[in-house]
């Protein structure tokens, strides 16, 4: 049986091991990934600290502001629990494949309180082929200087998805500072209609191979006439060609609508997420 003892946090010497682990499932930690492949081992530049046992081999953890799950055996997953359990919690998330995540959470509940919601089932998608439907040669790549016209829309996408405004608690400025990172790497699309956004979305995560495609909105006002399958089909094509990164992102299984969407340019599922809010 593993101790939460042997759990402990890792440091450059377990490069070779994390590194191993990342690259073993590039998809489902593709958001890790795009840290560490910047940063390595530094907690400073990866907004956190992997935790490990067996110095990453036998299970690891990526715990920042979002708390990731990477791999490990339900016993592991007990032990880095523990580990967690014994310190205030720092992260607005928990996220990762579900078949690592919900153990973990299960046994870290008890310690850290009930969380505002546990979406247990977000099928994970990637599309590995050309997207299915024509494009819409609209969409574009968003520009700084079109940032006021696009934040209302990102606010609106966040509140909408997440239930909580993310202008909360600082009056907006760190969600405005990532907002302004996505734009100036060119990682945010949108249609615009004048000054307005019909279809926004956003590449939150690169790593050296995949992309994780987030923020997927639409305006309420266009919603329902057919518009944003071909929106999502000309990011997917920018990925592919533009970023060469393989697309992927994750949905709440409710989500018909969505999922019928994402299946009709093209994804397919290769896994579960799941994800504990704050």
């Given at each position: 049986?593993?101790?939460?003892?042997?759990?402990?946090?890792?440091?450059?010497?377990?490069?070779p091991?994390?590194?191993?682990?990342?690259?073993?499932?590039?998809?489902?930690?593709?958001?890790?990934?795009?840290?560490?492949?910047?940063?390595?081992?530094?907690?400073?530049?990866?907004?956190?600290?992997?935790?490990?046992?067996?110095?990453?081999?036998?299970?690891?953890?990526?715990?920042?502001?979002?708390?990731?799950?990477?791999?490990?055996?339900?016993?592991?997953?007990?032990?880095?629990?523990?580990?967690?359990?014994?310190?205030?919690?720092?992260?607005?998330?928990?996220?990762?494949?579900?078949?690592?995540?919900?153990?973990?959470?299960?046994?870290?509940?008890?310690?850290?309180?009930?969380?505002?919601?546990?979406?247990?089932?977000?099928?994970?998608?990637?599309?590995?082929?050309?997207?299915?439907?024509?494009?819409?040669?609209?969409?574009?790549?968003?520009?700084?200087?079109?940032?006021?016209?696009?934040?209302?829309?990102?606010?609106?996408?966040?509140?909408?998805?997440?239930?909580?405004?993310?202008?909360?608690?600082?009056?907006?400025?760190?969600?405005?500072?990532?907002?302004?990172?996505?734009?100036?790497?060119?990682?945010?699309?949108?249609?615009?209609?004048?000054?307005h956004?019909?279809?926004?979305?956003?590449?939150?995560?690169?790593?050296?191979?995949?992309a994780?495609?987030?923020?997927?909105?639409?305006?309420p006002?266009?919603?329902?006439?057919?518009?944003?399958?071909?929106?999502?089909?000309?990011?997917?094509?920018?990925?592919?060609?533009?970023?060469?990164?393989?697309?992927?992102?994750?949905?709440n299984?409710?989500?018909?609508?969505?999922?019928?969407?994402?299946a009709?340019?093209?994804?397919?599922?290769?896994?579960?997420?799941?994800?504990?809010?704050?």
């Amino acid at each position: 049986m593993i101790r939460p003892a042997f759990s402990r946090v890792l440091g450059p010497a377990h490069t070779p091991a994390v590194s191993q682990v990342l690259t073993a499932d590039p998809v489902a930690s593709c958001l890790v990934s795009a840290r560490f492949e910047q940063a390595g081992m530094n907690p400073h530049g990866l907004g956190g600290d992997f935790w490990g046992l067996g110095g990453g081999r036998d299970g690891l953890l990526f715990a920042g502001s979002t708390m990731v799950p990477l791999a490990g055996s339900p016993a592991a997953m007990r032990a880095f629990a523990a580990m967690a359990g014994r310190r205030k919690r720092g992260c607005a998330t928990i996220l990762g494949r579900a078949e690592l995540v919900l153990p973990f959470w299960r046994d870290l509940e008890p310690r850290w309180g009930p969380a505002r919601d546990v979406r247990a089932d977000q099928p994970l998608l990637t599309c590995v082929t050309d997207p299915a439907v024509a494009a819409d040669d609209g969409v574009e790549v968003v520009r700084p200087e079109r940032f006021e016209e696009y934040y209302p829309a990102a606010v609106a996408m966040f509140t909408e998805e997440v239930g909580v405004d993310p202008r909360l608690g600082d009056g907006g400025r760190s969600y405005r500072a990532r907002v302004t990172e996505l734009i100036g790497a060119g990682r945010a699309y949108a249609r615009f209609d004048g000054e307005h956004v019909l279809f926004k979305a956003e590449v939150g995560a690169l790593s050296r191979h995949v992309a994780v495609i987030q923020g997927v909105w639409m305006h309420p006002a266009v919603r329902g006439q057919g518009l944003a399958a071909a929106a999502l089909a000309a990011v997917v094509r920018s990925v592919q060609q533009d970023l060469n990164r393989l697309p992927s992102l994750y949905v709440n299984a409710h989500n018909t609508a969505a999922r019928a969407l994402y299946a009709r340019i093209g994804f397919e599922q290769v896994g579960t997420f799941a994800s504990v809010l704050f």
